[in-house]
């Protein structure tokens, strides 16, 4: 399954990271925000018992 993530954070720092005079911090935060993000996406779509 693929799902597309338009969500307007991740393309902001999609956007940031692809900077050419990014420095490692910044370019190493930008990704694990990123995957925070893709974790909470995965999330929504697991089965939940109530």
């Not at 902001?12 to 694990?32: P, Q, Y």
């Not at 909470?40 to 779509?45: G, H, Q, V």
Request: a positive charge; aromatic letters at 6%.
């Amino acid at each position: 399954m693929i799902k597309i993530i338009d969500h307007l954070l991740v393309q902001e720092k999609l956007t940031l990271i692809r900077m050419e005079n990014i420095d490692r911090i910044n370019f190493r935060a930008g990704i694990i925000e990123i995957g925070r993000w893709l974790a909470y996406e995965l999330a929504n779509t697991l089965e939940k018992k109530i």
